[in-house]
């Protein structure tokens, strides 16, 4: 096969996350019958080598096997099983590289079927990415946390995300799920990165397929306990409200940086200050960095109300039209997703 193809066709199966490096996320390599496949216990992507290429099954070490591929300087190469070893040449180079047990690399494709879940790829519902951009800023960053608190969750009809202080939603018509369904947020991190148009959920796995018919698959979680249904949440704990506005242009512009300058150990901690009156906000930040503020016009007939908010998570929160400010929370409506955000009230 040509070098060239190899490379390409290696380019879209690698598929690094926010947090790790390719090689560090991607184990192994494998070859099942006319796929290229890499994947680790959680994450696996696959694409179609060219016509009559790789008709085999084996698997190899996926840093190795990309550093086989880099010392073949030639036009094409060869890929040959030769004695438990997959043998990859070009020119006058030769690299032989030990594959994986078997066993091991068959219980990988039974549970995964890559053939079987093309087939069954739906395609997935309008503002579906727009809204997993959002809602996965609001999962909890902590893999440890109880009940899904770091998944999204998807349900029939339905998106959602929630932590300690802050969740969104997101109503997907015309998306339906048998069952709920969880997905790690670090996990997918690589699902928007990979631009997915097409979707199947199985009893294992979540896939997903792109415009270049590569299916990027993740590992699905199972939490002991669900988490509350956030519009419920919303519903029920909000408390008195004081107040709605418009969300423009010039405040998202005055709140994106601020919370740089707020104390705090982490994300969740690092407050600032809104100052909310007729027509006007004001944000305040401050701490050991220094103190910064900035104003806003707004279009504001409510209570004046003053109350702290974690920093770091307003430019997630204010991506979408309209702001609401009650007594626990402010939520905000966008197009099709909602989001809130626990406040302190002054």
Not at 157 to 163: F, K, L
Not at 264 to 275: A, D, P, R
Request: glycine residues 6%; charged residues 25%.
């Amino acid at each position: 096969m040509q070098t060239k193809e190899m490379e390409n066709v290696l380019s879209e199966v690698l598929m690094g996350t926010a947090d790790k490096g390719i090689l560090e996320e991607m184990a192994f390599i494998a070859f099942d019958n006319g796929f290229l496949i890499s994947y680790n216990d959680r994450i696996a992507v696959s694409a179609t080598l060219p016509e009559n290429e790789g008709d085999f099954s084996c698997a190899v070490n996926a840093k190795d096997f990309v550093q086989a591929v880099k010392c073949v300087r030639t036009n094409e190469m060869t890929l040959d099983l030769v004695d438990n070893a997959l043998v990859v040449a070009g020119g006058k180079t030769e690299v032989a590289l030990p594959i994986v047990d078997p066993e091991k690399l068959k219980e990988f494709y039974d549970s995964l079927n890559i053939e079987k879940i093309t087939k069954k790829m739906v395609e997935l519902p309008n503002g579906f990415m727009g809204a997993v951009s959002v809602l996965n800023e609001l999962a909890s960053g902590n893999v440890n946390t109880f009940q899904g608190l770091s998944c999204l969750r998807f349900t029939d009809g339905m998106i959602e995300a929630i932590d300690g202080i802050r969740g969104g939603y997101a109503e997907m018509e015309d998306f339906a799920v048998e069952e709920n369904v969880y997905i790690q947020k670090y996990l997918m991190q690589s699902v928007i990165k990979f631009k997915p148009s097409l979707f199947f959920f199985d009893n294992e796995w979540a896939h997903f397929m792109n415009e270049y018919d590569s299916i990027l698959s993740c590992r699905r979680s199972f939490p002991e306990n669900d988490f509350v249904k956030v519009p419920e949440l919303e519903k029920d704990k909000k408390g008195k409200m004081f107040g709605t506005f418009l969300i423009t242009d010039e405040f998202r512009d005055c709140s994106d940086n601020l919370h740089y300058f707020a104390e705090g150990l982490s994300k969740n901690e690092q407050f600032i200050t809104v100052k909310v009156k007729k027509d006007q906000v004001e944000l305040i930040s401050k701490g050991g960095k220094g103190e910064a503020s900035a104003q806003a016009k707004i279009s504001y007939k409510g209570e004046p109300v003053t109350f702290k908010v974690s920093g770091p998570f307003l430019p997630t929160i204010f991506a979408g039209e309209k702001l609401s400010i009650y007594e626990q929370f402010i939520t905000c409506e966008g197009e099709n997703v909602s989001t809130l955000l626990a406040i302190k009230v002054e």
